[in-house]
């Protein structure tokens, strides 16, 4: 069983920049793919970024954050990062962590855990 537990959001103008945290229980966080996925008001939740266990190179981006957001672990803390740079009004939205066995994936449906999200406002 993994917990996650996401901070970091909150309200931003456009152009900023924010950072959002999620915090995994358990001590097998290192052997778990992780993902971070967003739902706007009125949509369906969609794929934002994912990381292999190992970190590093091994991630994925939607082509609509690709070149402003980062995704990034620090295994050693049970923890995986979304910077978001040049937030765009569109970027508005809950983004949740979520968790999954085996190798990184875009898709929703294949990830195990999820966390309670985290609410991401950016302003004009």
């Known amino acids: 069983q993994v917990q996650l537990v996401e901070s970091g959001g909150g309200l931003v103008q456009a152009g900023g920049s924010l950072r959002l945290s999620c915090v995994a229980s358990?001590?097998?966080?290192?052997?778990?793919?992780m993902g971070w996925f967003r739902r706007a008001p009125g949509k369906e939740r969609e794929f934002v970024a994912a990381?292999?266990?190992?970190?590093?190179?091994?991630?994925t981006y939607a082509n609509s954050v690709k070149g402003r957001f980062t995704i990034s672990r620090d295994n050693a803390k049970n923890t995986v990062y979304l910077q978001m740079n040049s937030l765009k009004l569109e970027d508005t939205a809950v983004y949740y962590c979520?968790?999954?066995?085996?190798?990184?994936?875009?898709?929703?449906?294949?990830?195990?855990?999820w966390g309670q999200g985290t609410q991401v406002t950016v302003s004009s």
């Open positions: 979520a968790a999954k066995t085996g190798v990184l994936s875009s898709s929703r449906g294949s990830y195990n855990y």
């Open positions: 990381i292999n266990w190992g970190g590093g190179d091994h991630t």
């Open positions: 358990g001590r097998t966080f290192s052997s778990y793919a």
